[in-house]
C-alpha cells in the first residue's frame, strides 16, 4: 500500500514537473526540476552519477518531491520519503519514457551522455500533502 | 545588484509555480508551492505566521526556489538563498497582487484569514542557477 493518495497519482501521468528538494553539503536546502514516474510503490526520476542531486542524496537520504497540475495550479501534491536505490539497470528505458510523457518523443541519445553514468534514482514515499 | 539573470527575471511576470524549498524540524527538506513575485532585490511570497514554511524559516533562514516557464518546462531558474524579513505590512496588497498575477483577480478576504497572521516572507537572493 503506497502513502500516495489515489485522488493525485495523475499527476505522474501527466507532464507535471516535480521540484526536488535535498540537502546540499552545507545542510541547506536545494531544489530543482525533474521528470518523475511512479510504478504504484516507487517513485523513480532519471538522473546522472556525479551530480549533485546524486552526491546530496547519497550523503542523506532524504527527499521532498512537490508538482502541480499543469491544468490547475493550485491543485498540488508534495511526497517526502528517502532514496533507496540509484538504479543503473533500465535508466535508459525510464529516461526515454519520461521523454515521452513530457516530449512526446525518445531521449536522444547524444544527449543522454555519458550513457554509463544514466542512472534512475528511486524513492520511497513516506509522507504525501495534497491540496485541490 | 541582484544575482538573478534578466534572461530568466520574467518568471517572476508569469504565473510560474515556484516550489519552496526549507528544512525541516529533523534536518530533512521540505517543498511546496507558493506564488511569488520579485521587485529587482528581494523575492517575496504571501504566507500565514505560524504555518510550517514560517516555522521551518524562522529555525534555519536558508531557502531555495524552483519554477519552469509554463509554456516550456524546461527553462527553469533555481534561486538560493536567506529570508531576511517577515512583513506584515503590506502583506494583503502582496497576495492580491500575486492573486491578480495567477487568478486574475484580487485574492478573496474571507480565504485569507487570520488577516492579522498575513506576511509576505522576503529573500535575498544569493545564488542562481538557470537551464534554458
Redesign the interface.
Known amino acids: 500500500m503506497t502513502v500516495i493518495p489515489e485522488s493525485h497519482r495523475d499527476l505522474f501521468d501527466l507532464?507535471a514537473?516535480w521540484?526536488?528538494?535535498?540537502?546540499g553539503p552545507s545542510?541547506?536546502?536545494?531544489?530543482?526540476?525533474v521528470w518523475a514516474g511512479f510504478d504504484g510503490t516507487h517513485i523513480r526520476f532519471p538522473h546522472l552519477e556525479g551530480r549533485q542531486k546524486w552526491r546530496n542524496l547519497r550523503d542523506d537520504d532524504?527527499?521532498?518531491?512537490?508538482a502541480?497540475d499543469?491544468d490547475s495550479?493550485e491543485r498540488?501534491l508534495?511526497v517526502?520519503g528517502r532514496v533507496v536505490a540509484f538504479e543503473h539497470e533500465g535508466a535508459l528505458d525510464l529516461l526515454d519514457a519520461q521523454s515521452q510523457k513530457?516530449r512526446g518523443d525518445d531521449f536522444p541519445r547524444e544527449d543522454a551522455q555519458p550513457l554509463d553514468k544514466r542512472i534512475s534514482v528511486v524513492v520511497e514515499p513516506l509522507h504525501c500533502?495534497t491540496m485541490g
Open positions: 507532464p514537473v521540484h526536488v528538494a535535498t540537502i545542510g541547506e536546502p536545494q531544489v530543482s526540476p532524504r527527499i521532498a518531491l512537490s502541480t499543469p495550479n498540488y508534495e517526502r513530457y500533502t
